[in-house]
């Protein structure tokens, strides 16, 4: 009976302390932490716990896109909410990163839910539009910012208030 409640225990530690070093990774150039845009898939799984992944078909663009999502807490898997989402190369590579939480952030500590104006202070780069997105690309960083701005009011003003915030951020190889 001991042994079991050591064990136990020792699981939900475990979880414990992978959930705080995984929330710890940082977002620069190409990498989320130790994990690298152009390495192989199975790395997402030295730092992510299996249980707490889903394969996915994100069928861009109609083609097969393979994807993992990966969940923070067992809410976020149930809702089908993911934190990231690692896309994968037909080589089985990670080809990108999507960033969709505020819980990992660059060492400016810009994220999710930063401000463009912030953006700006740091990254050089300009606003681009597609598929009706506002997204700020950083010409000094292997990222990019999207914005959760309405891209018909781009189009009329082309201007972005600096006070709109990220909604999510793409990680690109270097």
């Known amino acids: 009976m001991l042994f079991r409640l050591l064990f136990i225990i020792s699981l939900m530690l475990s979880s414990f302390f992978n959930f705080v070093l995984a929330t710890d990774l940082d977002i620069s150039n190409g990498r989320l932490g130790s994990i690298k845009v152009g390495e192989s898939i199975s790395s997402i799984y030295k730092v992510f716990n299996k249980d707490m992944t889903r ?5 861009l663009e109609g083609d097969p896109s393979p994807a993992i999502e990966v969940f923070l807490s067992k ?6 909410s993911p934190a990231l989402v690692f896309e994968e190369h037909p080589e089985g590579k990670i080809w990108r990163i999507n960033v969709l939480t505020n819980k990992f952030k660059t060492k400016d500590g810009l994220g999710v839910g930063s401000r463009l104006g912030d953006l700006k202070k740091f990254y050089k780069g300009k606003i681009v539009t597609g598929e009706g997105n506002i997204v700020f690309v950083s010409s000094s960083t292997a990222q990019s910012f999207l914005l959760d701005y309405d891209e ?5 003003s082309k201007k972005v208030p600096n006070s709109v915030k990220v909604k999510s951020i793409l990680i690109l190889g270097k």
């Open 152 to 156: 018909l009011k781009y189009l009329k």
């Open 55 to 59: 394969k996915t078909d994100l069928l």
């Open 75 to 80: 809410k976020e898997k149930n809702e089908r």
